[in-house]
DNA sequence: CTTCTCACA
DNA sequence: TGTGAGCA
């Protein structure tokens, strides 16, 4: 087997598309009855990867993180159909968060007694230093100026 | 022991 | 918005 075969190989084993759980799996990892789960596939709310007709459900990382989000939303005191709607936005929100962090989070550094997150320059001279600094006291930013 | 579908509230 | 029964 050639070298990029055998790297392609390893990335489809690694890749989150193939984490697969059974509808046990998810019930008990999440707290929802696996009647509850074909109840909100039956509504379309989710849905499980059945190739083999009949046969059981299984669930990808994507409708297991749908799953978690009803099942949070539901929690806090949300119907079914509010609960998936809640779900969806955060699901909108989640891939500009990603992109943003990925693109304008310079650094993380750890401190004593939490953190401080370094996003870069405001400015194209490159005085005006932002951080996002996490602490005892909560959270808050700080600019600092160099030289 | 698990999951399935169907009937029922 | 789900559940319990009863089958495979």
Do not use: C
Request: proline share 2%.
């Amino acid at each position: 087997m050639s070298e990029t075969k055998e790297f392609d190989k390893i990335k489809s084993l690694m890749s989150v598309d193939n984490l697969i759980f059974g509808i046990g799996q998810v019930s008990e990892l999440l707290g929802v009855s696996t009647r509850q789960l074909r109840y909100w596939e039956q509504q379309g709310y989710i849905e499980s990867l059945e190739s083999p007709k009949g046969s059981s459900r299984q669930f990808n990382l994507k409708n297991l993180i749908k799953i978690f989000h009803i099942k949070h939303f539901q929690n806090e005191g949300y119907t079914l159909q509010a609960a998936v709607k809640k779900g969806q936005k955060i699901e909108k929100q989640f891939p500009i968060l990603k992109d943003f962090l990925r693109n304008r989070v310079e650094d993380i550094i750890p401190t004593e007694d939490g953190g401080k997150v370094d996003f870069g320059f405001l400015d194209d001279d490159k005085t005006k230093h932002i951080y996002g600094v996490v602490d005892k006291d909560g959270y808050h930013f700080k600019i600092v100026k160099e030289k």
